[in-house]
């Protein structure tokens, strides 16, 4: 019995070990990965006096809480924010409507040089290596929209996702490739047209995809910054990115306050992320359709 009951107890031990250094391992990466962001709480609830103490506390003496409201009142924090919650939900909206569709044509209908044209579109992955302004197109597509006159508008930074992307074309693409096709074929046979399948049936079965598009899309177009230094040139319509920007180069050096708005900055995507991960974990890994 004993011989038995031996090496299972080997095993279990050596199982345990295994997990808790996988766990530990986990743990010190996620606090590695989470210390810039509570460096930066940290530094937001700072006062001047303490901001300048060497060596550096690890936390505040006195919670400072009104650098968040003096931080938002040294720059139009609250313009730049309705910018920006403009830029960001004209962007999801071109970039789930575009791509959806586009995506539906290259998996659900059967036409003639289907698969031939997709190359290019996967191919293109490469040029469009940032969201939506990339270094390669930056100079024709200004070139094109001053000629156009649409420079120092919005236009320039929400029109181009309404033509879709190709990488979000391919994540849907293979999202809608897992939807077994009986489900469209019962429905043409009741009579249903290619639209009321597209919207009834692959629509709802879609969602986490598009979830995990409209996260990116807005994530990117919050962050962006390149796109409105190049396209927006009246300091009413800049957006947060921009204006952080301008609140490093403008003021002296104020740690806490820029500090602050930076935090004020990355909240609304911190929020958004953990009310949609379940989604967007869903829809990255391509799951079957039900």
């Given at each position: 019995?004993?011989?038995?009951?031996?090496?299972?107890?080997?095993?279990?031990?050596?199982?345990?070990?295994?997990?808790?250094?996988?766990?530990?391992?986990?743990?010190?990466?996620?606090?590695?990965?989470?210390?810039?962001?509570?460096?930066?709480?940290?530094?937001?609830?700072?006062?001047?006096?303490?901001?300048?103490?060497?060596?550096?506390?690890?936390?505040?003496?006195?919670?400072?809480?009104?650098?968040?409201?003096?931080?938002t009142k040294t720059?139009?924090?609250?313009?730049?924010?309705?910018?920006?919650?403009?830029?960001?939900?004209?962007?999801?909206i071109g970039s789930?409507?575009?791509?959806?569709?586009?995506?539906?044509?290259?998996?659900?209908?059967?036409?003639?040089?289907?698969?031939?044209?997709?190359?290019?579109?996967?191919?293109?992955?490469?040029?469009?290596?940032?969201?939506?302004?990339?270094?390669?197109?930056?100079?024709?597509?200004?070139?094109?929209?001053?000629?156009?006159?649409?420079?120092?508008?919005?236009?320039?930074?929400?029109?181009?996702?309404?033509?879709?992307?190709?990488?979000?074309?391919?994540?849907?693409?293979?999202?809608?490739?897992?939807?077994?096709?009986?489900?469209?074929?019962?429905?043409?046979?009741?009579?249903?047209?290619?639209?009321?399948?597209?919207?009834?049936?692959?629509?709802?079965?879609?969602?986490?995809?598009?979830?995990?598009?409209?996260?990116?899309?807005?994530?990117?177009?919050?962050?962006?910054?390149?796109?409105?230094?190049?396209?927006?040139?009246?300091?009413?319509?800049?957006?947060?990115?921009?204006?952080?920007?301008?609140?490093?180069?403008?003021?002296?050096?104020?740690?806490?306050?820029?500090?602050?708005?930076?935090?004020?900055?990355?909240?609304?995507?911190?929020?958004?992320?953990?009310?949609?991960?379940?989604?967007?974990?869903?829809?990255?890994?391509?799951?079957?359709?039900?």
């Open positions: 019995m004993e011989a038995f009951i031996r090496p299972l107890s080997t095993r279990f031990l050596f199982e345990a070990r295994q997990q808790l250094a996988s766990r530990l391992f986990l743990i010190v990466t996620c606090l590695f990965y989470l210390s810039p962001m509570y460096w930066m709480v940290v530094t937001a609830l700072k006062s001047d006096t303490e901001l300048a103490k060497f060596p550096p506390t690890l936390w505040p003496q006195e919670l400072v809480w009104k650098n968040f409201d003096q931080a720059f139009p924090f609250l313009p730049y924010l309705g910018n920006t919650i403009f830029y960001a939900a004209i962007t999801v789930v409507l575009s791509n959806f569709i586009i995506a539906y044509g290259f998996s659900r209908i059967k036409w003639p040089g289907r698969d031939l044209l997709f190359y290019p579109v996967i191919a293109s992955i490469f040029i469009f290596v940032q969201f939506p302004v990339n270094p390669i197109t930056m100079v024709p597509m200004f070139s094109f929209f001053a000629g156009l006159g649409l420079v120092n508008s919005f236009l320039p930074l929400v029109l181009p996702p309404f033509f879709g992307n190709p990488f979000f074309i391919f994540l849907l693409r293979q999202f809608m490739l897992q939807i077994p096709t009986s489900l469209s074929e019962a429905a043409r046979l009741d009579g249903a047209n290619e639209f009321q399948i597209m919207g009834r049936i692959i629509l709802p079965l879609t969602r986490p995809a598009l979830v995990v598009v409209a996260l990116l899309a807005g994530v990117n177009a919050w962050n962006d910054f390149l796109g409105p230094l190049i396209y927006l040139q009246n300091d009413k319509l800049y957006t947060l990115s921009l204006g952080l920007t301008f609140f490093r180069t403008m003021h002296r050096i104020e740690f806490n306050l820029m500090m602050a708005a930076s935090c004020l900055v990355v909240l609304p995507v911190i929020v958004v992320f953990l009310c949609f991960q379940r989604f967007f974990l869903e829809g990255v890994t391509l799951g079957s359709g039900k």
